[in-house]
């Protein structure tokens, strides 16, 4: 591949951009809303509220997005979403909305939740809107560029962009959290400042430096000297009926659905869970070895129990989203090297440790009122597995069904169903949990994890659909 150098600098440039993509998708889907909550006047669910608005109209963006890629380019697409989402940062700094006072519970009499008093509320949930919304984009096109680029090594170049999901967890959730805390007094304004400066340097690199697909600029996928022989010039893109009546969509809908429903489920339900199981087993926990430093922390009518259950699950998390990074790149080699079942199989399987490893804390806490530390490392090993070897392999096996032409037309129908479950799993997860029926709930899950692993077991009698170009 790096022998043709004109294709190595293309290669390499969207390689270092696509970790770049998926750093930011990653961070500004979701996770930077622990930093806003940290230090925001406004209360969870106010802040929260953008981010669920988006999630939702996400499923139907997901189709407009692939739509837009097939007719107008990816860059075309892409270039306006990074600079929307640049404007919603500087619309979040503007929006203000920071704790007025530090500690202070009242600005001049008034509550500090109230939008109306602290910063404008309704610039914050418009920026914070459009920036869940543009950000799937980067996603997106990083899987597009991908798929368009590379047949051979698609696997191990998805492996590398996809180091980017993990990376935001690891150095920016914590990280900026605590230099917020520490250095800028709780104001997160520089922080989206800087990100803002990023979004408008990355949309110029793409402009410049990325094209949609090789033969833009007279090079075929892997830096080849000559077309895919698995392609034939007469393809064209596959309308949605098309794709609904095939029954390889429908595997992929079950399979990478189920796997991404347990992923968002499970990382969402988790202080939740562990809150749970403190509360309902105060007085086996109050005598516990950990009893002691939950004193120290508040006792057990306080939050401090609690929140040192959370942490020991969080910190297994934190190991798990480290390991996801090169687990991401293993994953990868697996669907290059032994094929996408063979690596869609083991995906599934590890996915089953995430389930257990959180399943079986309930046993450990009734009875010693402690976590059970070798199913947290577990839990942890799972969330490698699965942070990791998710994303980069979801475009992999559309790929697989479909070809590296038809990926797009194919794919922005299939991630818009396997999104519309996923938009409320996290939630029905939680009701249970407080219902007191969390153990229900991860029955389910484990029932939904064998259901993907089911469905990927046909993928074995298919055939890659560029398989003539990938031996």
């Given at each position: 591949?790096?022998?043709?150098?004109?294709?190595?600098?293309?290669?390499?440039?969207?390689?270092?951009?696509?970790?770049?993509?998926?750093?930011?998708?990653?961070?500004?889907?979701?996770?930077?809303?622990n930093i806003i909550q940290s230090f925001s006047a406004w209360s969870k669910t106010g802040t929260q509220q953008p981010l669920a608005v988006g999630n939702l109209v996400c499923i139907a963006l997901t189709f407009v997005f692939g739509t837009c890629f097939i007719?107008?380019?990816?860059?075309?697409?892409?270039?306006?979403?990074?600079?929307?989402?640049?404007?919603?940062?500087?619309?979040?700094?503007?929006?203000?909305?920071?704790?007025?006072?530090?500690?202070?519970?009242?600005v001049s009499g008034h509550n500090v939740n109230d939008p109306l008093v602290v910063g404008n509320y309704l610039l914050f949930w418009i920026s914070l809107f459009a920036i869940r919304?543009?950000?799937?984009?980067?996603?997106?096109?990083?899987?597009?560029?991908?798929?368009?680029?590379?047949?051979r090594y698609r696997g191990r170049v998805l492996g590398i962009i996809s180091l980017g999901s993990p990376l935001f967890s690891v150095l920016c959730t914590s990280a900026m959290t605590s230099f917020i805390s520490r250095n800028l007094n709780g104001d997160y304004r520089p922080f989206y400042i800087g990100i803002a400066i990023t979004l408008a340097a990355v949309a110029v690199l793409t402009a410049l430096l990325l094209r949609d697909k090789p033969e833009d600029v007279g090079l075929f996928p892997d830096g080849a000297d000559h077309a895919p022989v698995s392609e034939s010039v007469e393809e064209r893109p596959l309308t949605v009926k098309q794709v609904l009546s095939m029954k390889k969509s429908w595997l992929m809908i079950c399979n990478f659905g189920a796997y991404q429903f347990i992923v968002i489920t499970c990382m969402a339900s988790l202080a939740a869970w562990f809150t749970y199981l403190c509360i309902t087993n105060a007085e086996v926990v109050a005598t516990g070895a950990l009893g002691g430093l939950f004193e120290e922390l508040g006792g057990l009518k306080g939050t401090g129990a609690s929140t040192l259950f959370i942490g020991q699950a969080t910190k297994w998390l934190s190991v798990g989203a480290i390991l996801g990074i090169p687990m991401s790149f293993i994953f990868g080699y697996i669907n290059d090297k032994f094929g996408t079942p063979v690596a869609a199989l083991i995906l599934g399987i590890t996915e089953l440790c995430t389930v257990i490893g959180l399943m079986a804390q309930h046993g450990a806490v009734a009875a010693t009122g402690s976590c059970s530390v070798p199913m947290l490392i577990l839990w942890g090993f799972g969330v490698g597995c699965m942070t990791g070897g998710t994303p980069a392999l979801h475009p992999a096996s559309i790929n697989f069904a479909f070809g590296r032409r038809s990926y797009q037309s194919a794919n922005r129908v299939i991630m818009a169903?396997?999104?519309?479950?996923?938009?409320?799993?996290?939630?029905?997860?939680?009701?249970?949990?407080?219902?007191?029926k969390g153990i229900l709930g991860y029955w389910i899950l484990l029932a939904i994890v064998l259901f993907g692993i089911a469905t990927t077991i046909p993928m074995f009698k298919m055939k890659d659909a560029n398989a003539e170009d990938r031996d």
């Open positions: 591949m790096l022998k043709n150098k004109k294709f190595a600098r293309y290669a390499i440039t969207f390689c270092i951009l696509g970790i770049v993509f998926m750093f930011m998708y990653s961070g500004l889907q979701n996770d930077q809303i007719k107008f380019g990816v860059r075309k697409t892409l270039i306006p979403c990074i600079v929307i989402a640049a404007l919603g940062c500087i619309g979040l700094v503007a929006a203000n909305g920071l704790a007025c006072a530090n500690e202070a519970l009242t919304c543009c950000c799937m984009c980067l996603q997106m096109a990083g899987f597009q560029l991908a798929s368009s680029w590379f047949v169903i396997q999104l519309i479950p996923s938009a409320v799993g996290a939630s029905i997860m939680i009701a249970l949990i407080d219902a007191g």
